[in-house]
């Protein structure tokens, strides 16, 4: 190899961290190869010392001084690896200021602090590269940022959270409660000992965010999404939607209509023919629509130790070519081209499935389809399954009923939402999911 | 911009040089933007200057003379979109040796003369990028040459020939027959007037030679890889194979098994519930799996005007940046590590599909089933469907057997259904199809 080694500092040995350096150990002469010169673990920052490891790596690698590694003179990457806001963040930017360039995963740490992070690291001319940061093993900002870089994207839409569509398979095919799904998930290590992150569409909306930025210029808080996350889905809707054709995922999708950006991760029933509802377990699946490529499509796994290592490798390598450096530069990072407008949540329109708990007598459809009108929300097909003949008993039945509407706003069903909340007849829950158009 | 113009001479204005002129010159600031300096179209070769064009080009661009736009001292990369092997191979070696780099859409060219090329590039120190070769839209030589650096490719798994693919939706959708599907092909374009090269498996072959070579370092002629095509399909086969549970497609794949390469392109059976399976008309889809990442999946348009004007463009883009250069050198192109060995054809193991057509009397199941097991190829089913009852006849009924076997080898198969050949009982046509594993 005629250029010098790239030596890296990796930050945080923890799932990711612990593949990462497996293959770096195990498969040198690959990565060396592949990188044209020689990849050299300089350093590696754990937190505890004394934990025993599954990995044997030599003892003066090993360091718990995150200051020490990021400003060894004889490092040039910090692969971070920890996680979380603090103090990942820290690392990253000084590790930037000591002239590293950075790798990181750290999807939640690029969306709360990504303009710190990149401003830091054009004003030290160092590149951050976050391949692993976004669908895990799936190439999608390679995809995103160079091969379609031809393309205005018009469309994502993308199942980016491995724990919730793991949940929703279950539920479908396994016919699991929800609990029991999360439970395990959280048993098989597809969901965290805390999964509110995943189930609440906080984590898919961290990460729609990224691939927004790199398609669209244009930097979006994650509070102007629409979001809302699994965690409030029954096994009903799952079997509803199914007996309709479709399969619920957990959907992040934007969507540039007529010049605006349109926002969303939420429960979204998809059409079964569609690729996307075929995405079971803890997989990713990303559909970009180009204006010159039309539709491309990516799938794998979301997340976990060797996938989201093979990412960080590619950034490695990347890094050791010279190659994200210049990617980097390129990147519609700096908003430096006009953003795009962004349309306000209850503007997003689609159509809707509805499923209402009435009471079983007269005029309570009327009052239903009476109130969805008045909001000019036209029914393209009611269900109201037969209920058994209830007797002796008083009480008036509750029975399910299920509307599908045409395309809608979510502001007009909000407000008619309101209206249906004030109707006696009309119990809780009221559910209300879109439908992938 | 600060950087100077990067210079293109498109040489070539058929079906996809027009869509890449046409993104070029209305779609300029994005393309500028993206590429980080000004891109320009110095040079236009076209065969007939006089024949009228849909899309208008300022008059002092074309030309019809190659050799001078290649030569031309203000051209920094040809862009050679003209199909086919001659002048396509001359026009490229001459730009190489005039010191441009080459962007080309052109597997034919690079399956059959890339070793002259690729070390024609390398001599002068210019690059060939050639992402648009294979699979149009969809970024796969991205994906096997940069985003899966990290692993050692295990599988690929892939439609490559959407032409073939189209007609083979169409006679399993729309129950046309061969003919039909590819007359009907041929008038919606996704067809050539001569589709050869298309329906035989030599396009898929020679695009699978190109990721082959990337993934695994091995250049291997299409002469080593088992290959059949699709022509010699029936629409019964289509049928049985669907009520199996099966479709058939025009699989090509690439297979490391105990560090062999095994290589094929032909009609196989692939269960329907997998991905691949649900491809349908003329789109693309590639399964890879890597040692690290695990499966990986990639689809959309594989040819057409404007999905392989992407592909185009991403190359002249990452030309611009300066990207391409970096990747081209990295490749695995020179043969540099050993190559891999490739097991020969008739070791190619799988479970297979065989059609046969059988006098309807005693001893012939006896008479299959015997053979077959001589040759050590053991049965997972059977269906002989039952045929009506035939009278007033002296003649012995044809009727069809259907036989799954269990894995065996091409060689054992070959060598069996030479005996069946010879049993009088069995009658032509004998089909032969592999299953996906």
Redesign the interface.
Known sequence: MSTAPLRLALVGLGNVGT?VAQ?LMH?TD??C????RTIQLQRVVVRDLAKPRELSLPRELLTDDWQAAVHDPNVDVVVELMGGIHPAREVVLAALAAGKDVVTANKALLCQCGDEIFAAARQSGRTVAF?AAVAG???II??VG???????IQTIQAILNGTSNYILSQMLLEHQSYGDALGQAQQLGFAEADPTLDVDGTDAAQKLTLLVQLAFGTRVPVSQFHVSGIDCLDQKDIQYASSLGYTIKLLAQAKLVQQRLELSVRPTLVRQ?R?IA?THGPFNAILLE?D??????????GAGQ??T??????D???LA???SQ??F??FDLWGA?PAFEVAPPSELTSRFYLRLSVEDRPHVMADVTHILGRHGISLASVIQPESPEVSGSDAVPIVPLIIMTHRTSVGALQAADAELEALASIKTPRVCLAVAG
Request: glycine fraction near 14%.
């Open positions: 593949g293959v498969q690959r990565i190869h592949r990188s044209g391949e093993g799936v190439p390679a995809a160079q091969s379609l870089a031809g393309n205005q023919d690729p075929q180009g010159v490529v039309g539709p491309v499509w990516f799938s794998g796994r060797l996938p290592a093979s990412a960080v490798l590619a490695i390598i990347d070519i010279g190659r210049l990617t530069r390129q081209r």
